[in-house]
């Protein structure tokens, strides 16, 4: 009803180059344990309408501009005056002329999980016991700690080219942390997931790795320094590849075209993308918002685009970048929408043979940050094996040093794939000739 | 004296807090109602576009029951009071509290503004956009090699009203930010940058640049282009306030968030009254440090804003906590239960966290190095409470040779360590104390605003 209100307050509007507004619904149910119990259960009801604006402007020589401006509104809250607002803002920018999508024809991209769709609260108490008992399981391990959260969000877009459209979505979050003690030596694991679906998330399997490192991590000593093979698989492999919450990767940086714009990257089009000698298997990637129950999968995006597989990356040459419309229109190249997931074909070596020892094998990052414009790291290690003669020896601390394209232009892929949330694609990868600086 | 400009719809319904709050202990041994509303400006200028975009709006209403063992929340956007009345009603009359007697607080009440001298909210956004630009005017085309400078505001506004059966309480917190990021490109197109910041809980008056601070800036961006990487080893180094704050901030600050204590995360729990550092070594959280970004009158629990002395001459004093962990490990409260916002729980978390001031000069320091690091700049760090280990970026650093700073610039520079081990190497702490505003998350969500930072530091770590 008051979506209705302000699309048509904002139809009034002859001020206005254009518009989109954006209804946005959530509901989710969130779980806190710790040992001692349930420390909290929580409810949360939140709803918001988002209005963008466009108006022409000029620039200082007086060509011809547009601005933007925005508004958030709650319900019940003045539509007139929030609309004002953002004309307001819009009126005071002049950036090159662009323009918003058109209608589309949107992909049915899968984004539910019935279940949490129906009942998000009994569902996390669920995955919570779930996680509890695959940690019971194991004696010599203790959950100390442990978050669900599952959320349905709703959202309705409608814009003044006639896009009017409305997508759902499920997320399911989970946080947990082992413990293990023997004598004075103590450990713990904290990991951290999120999937569209209840089904992707294999809590039993996971927990079951987790309590491995945990109590390998008993035994663990700081690494002596290491040049050569590095192995990620499954979840440090996402993080190197997909970025985390709080960062994206170097390749949605580098790969954007509003990066482009801003000239923070320097990649071309139709060009390579390594300045250095491609050693290992040529690298193709794909940005892909299409994935079904991916965890950056829509529909549509902020903007109204249609999900798409886009191809970015095809044998290390820079085919597309990443393009909201408004920097399609700036570059004058397709807009693809948000970035989305990454997606990288199979390899053509089984992940047994890029086991071939000796490796260092990483499983987890304290947090791999990469400079997101040059991809130089240097980043402690959680935890990580030292794989050579038959043994798999654990360690813990030290640094992974290096540049980010110049560790994918040696990296041998595996011929098998997986799903994790956020990327598709090999599960292992052996990053040939990778530096790790040792505390002693 | 600045306005406390509390939203109409808070201002509208804080009356009837005392009611809702009397509904709910009709059943719940404490209940809390919290009204949260958090808004704001983002301004970015740059050679090629400018955008003025609104920060996203949090505002809504937490209602809180506690029973010594969970605490059962209902969190809804907005300020509607037949909705919050009948929220409040269903979520007490659906649980089954267990007996608890709350530790008894003192009556609180009183309304509490950030001071400011010049108020974003009595500036106009053209006059607010107009700033930036004429910012990023004196930045840009300084050298050819720039190929984009860029200015971001940030400008943070919140409204907080809390009330419990003893407290009735207001603030209004002010916090504005700005960096400036210089971005230059080199003769085989290699993309470097540089930036600096200035932040606080505060107006305006606090983003002054001066044209010093602009060369500085630009400067550090073209020495980047021809920077090493760093031989991985031990080193002495000497860092900078924001440097030692991310220290502090890594090591005693996440791990010491009592909620960290009872999830068996926290090394330091062990650590309570023994020595973890140098007797030159003193960490404080205060949440009522005037001016610094991370600070608040009262925390998202109701609780009045004090200092916490977390290390005092190197010796573990105690933790940081919210109200669960208070209670559960059964310690005094600190100001410490934040929420990134009304949809999120609360936790135990820093606000101005830094080392306390020394007597060594900065001088006096870099004679001390005949073969060393100078960290300039940090870029990010992480936590690790039950390892102590220590992850912190730094963008840059410059050799020290024969007890001078050289013109050798390394990046980006990692620090590593135990966090004992290297609070234990602190040889020389400065007179000065700075602090940098920043963001913070627990693991790799929750985020709050917080400010940290210290003195220079001379100390030994591994660089990588």
Redesign the interface.
């Known amino acids: 009803m008051m979506l209705n209100k302000i699309v048509e307050a904002l139809k009034k509007r002859d001020d206005l180059a254009g518009w989109t507004v954006r209804h946005v619904q959530t509901r989710?149910a969130?779980v806190?344990a710790?040992?001692?119990?349930?420390?909290?259960?929580?409810?949360?009801?939140?709803?918001?309408y988002?209005i963008d604006v466009l108006r022409s402007t000029s620039t200082a020589d007086g060509a011809p501009a547009v601005g933007?401006?925005?508004?958030?509104l709650?319900?019940?809250e003045d539509i007139d005056h929030a609309i004002d607002q953002a004309a307001?803002?819009a009126g005071?920018?002049?950036?090159?002329i662009y323009s918003l999508p058109g209608p589309a024809v949107f992909p049915d991209v899968p984004l539910c999980d019935m279940s949490l769709q129906k009942d998000a609260s009994t569902v996390i108490r669920e995955v919570m016991e779930r996680v509890q008992a695959a940690a019971a399981k194991h004696s010599s391990v203790?959950l100390?700690?442990a978050e669900c959260f599952g959320e349905v969000r709703n959202t309705h877009l409608v814009n003044s080219r006639g896009i009017d459209a409305g997508q759902e979505s499920t997320q399911i979050d989970i946080?947990f942390?082992l413990?293990s003690r023997r004598g004075d030596r103590?450990?713990?694991t904290?990991d951290?997931m999120t999937r569209r679906r209840v089904s992707d998330l294999d809590l039993e399997a996971v927990l079951d790795d987790r309590v491995r490192y945990t109590l390998d991590t008993l035994e663990a000593e700081p690494p002596a320094?290491w040049q050569g093979p590095v192995v990620l698989r499954n979840d440090a492999l996402t993080i190197f590849l997909a970025g985390?919450?709080?960062n994206g990767s170097v390749m949605q940086t580098l790969g954007s075209a509003s990066s482009k714009?801003?000239?923070?990257?320097?990649w071309e089009l139709g060009k390579p993308v390594f300045?250095v000698e491609v050693k290992g298997d040529p690298l193709t990637i794909r940005a892909n918002r299409a994935l079904p129950f991916g965890t950056a999968s829509d529909c549509f995006d902020a903007e109204g685009l249609p999900a798409r597989r886009v191809e970015l990356i095809r044998e290390n040459e820079l085919v597309a970048f990443a393009a909201s419309q408004r920097y399609a229109d700036y570059l004058n190249i397709p807009p693809t929408g948000a970035f989305g997931n990454i997606e990288l074909p199979a390899g053509k070596t089984p992940a047994s043979t890029l086991l071939a020892e000796p490796y260092v094998e990483i499983v987890q990052f304290?947090?791999f940050?990469p400079?997101p414009?040059?991809g130089?790291?240097?980043?402690?290690i959680?935890f990580g094996y030292l794989v050579e003669n038959g043994t798999r020896k654990p360690f813990?601390?030290?640094?992974l040093?290096g540049n980010y394209m110049e560790a994918l232009a040696d990296v041998r892929w595996s011929a098998e794939t997986g799903f994790f949330g956020s990327y598709l694609g090999p599960h292992t990868a052996r990053f040939n000739a990778m530096?790790i600086?040792g505390?002693e | 004296m600045t306005d406390m400009k509390l939203p109409s719809a808070m201002a509208e319904l804080r009356p009837a807090l005392g009611e809702i709050v009397g509904l709910g202990l009709g059943r719940a041994p404490y209940f809390s109602v919290l009204l949260s509303s958090r808004?704001g400006l983002n301004i970015v200028v740059?050679?090629?576009?400018?955008?003025?975009?609104?920060r996203?709006?949090a505002?809504?209403t937490v209602l809180s029951a506690f029973d010594g063992?969970?605490?059962?929340?209902?969190?809804?956007?907005?300020f509607?009071l037949p909705e919050i009345q009948s929220a409040a009603r269903d979520l007490v009359s659906r649980i089954s509290f267990q007996k608890y007697a709350p530790q008894p607080e003192p009556e609180r009440r009183g309304d509490f503004v950030t001071p400011v001298q010049i108020d974003p909210l009595e500036m106009s956004?053209?006059e607010k956009?107009d700033r930036c630009r004429a910012l990023q005017h004196q930045a840009k085309g300084r050298d050819p090699r720039i190929?984009?400078a860029?200015v971001i505001y940030n400008e943070l506004n919140e409204h907080s009203v809390f009330a419990d059966a003893n407290a009735d309480l207001a603030q209004r917190v002010q916090r504005v930010n700005m960096f400036l990021l210089v971005?230059v490109?080199g003769p085989?197109?290699?993309?470097?940058?540089d930036f600096s910041s200035k932040s606080g809980t505060a107006g305006w008056e606090v983003l002054t640049w001066s044209d010093e601070d602009i060369q500085h800036t630009i400067d550090g961006a073209l020495a980047l282009l021809s920077a090493e990487?760093i031989e991985?080893?031990e080193y002495r180094l000497i860092t900078t306030p924001g440097v030692s704050g991310t220290i502090c901030h890594e090591s005693f600050g996440h791990g010491v968030e009592t909620?960290m204590f009872?999830?068996?995360?926290a090394?330091a729990a062990h650590f309570i009254d023994k020595v973890v550092g140098s007797s030159l070594v003193n960490i404080v959280d205060d949440p009522g440090l005037p001016g610094s970004y991370g600070s608040y009158f009262f925390d998202d629990e109701g609780h009045m804003s004090s200092s916490t002395q977390i290390v005092e001459n190197g010796v573990f004093r105690r933790g940081i906590t919210d109200r669960?962990s208070a209670a559960?490990l059964e310690i005094s409260r600190s100001a410490n239960g934040r929420r990134q916002d009304f949809?999120r729980?609360a936790y135990a978390r820093m606000s101005n966290t830094f080392f306390g001031p020394g007597d060594s000069t900065l001088e006096e320091m870099i004679a001390q190095v005949d073969h060393g690091i100078f960290l300039d700049k940090w870029?990010?760090g992480?936590e690790?409470p039950?390892?102590w280990?220590?992850?912190v970026?730094c963008h840059y650093g410059h050799e020290i040779k024969g007890g001078k700073i050289t013109d050798r610039m390394f990046?980006?520079?990692?620090i590593?360590?135990y966090v004992p081990e290297v609070l234990q190497s602190i040889t020389a702490v400065g007179r000065d104390l700075k602090m940098d505003g920043g963001s913070c998350?627990k693991?790799?969500?929750e985020i709050v605003p917080v400010a940290s930072g210290g003195p220079h530091l001379l100390l030994t770590a591994?660089l990588?």
Not at chain 2, 47 to 53: A, G, K, L, N, S
Not at chain 2, 262 to 265: G, T
Not at chain 2, 411 to 414: E, H, K, L, Q, R
């Open positions: 989710e969130q806190y710790v040992p001692q119990g349930i420390e909290s259960q929580r409810s949360v009801e939140n709803e918001k988002l933007s401006g925005d508004a958030s709650l319900p019940g307001l803002v005071l920018v002049a950036n090159p203790r100390t700690a946080e942390v413990h103590e450990s713990e904290f951290a320094s985390d919450n709080l714009y801003a000239k923070f990257s320097p300045n304290s947090w940050n400079d414009i040059t130089d790291f240097a980043t402690e959680r813990k601390g030290g640094q040093v530096k600086a505390p | 808004h740059d050679d090629r576009e400018e955008h003025v975009t609104e996203q709006p505002a809504g063992g969970t605490n059962f929340e209902h969190a809804r956007v907005g509607n956004t053209q956009l190929v984009n860029r971005i490109a085989t197109g290699e993309i470097r940058y990487r991985p080893g909620d009872l999830k068996e995360r090394r669960y559960a949809s729980k870029s990010s992480m690790d039950q390892g280990g220590i992850q970026t990046a980006p520079i990692g590593s360590g998350g693991g790799h969500k591994r990588g």
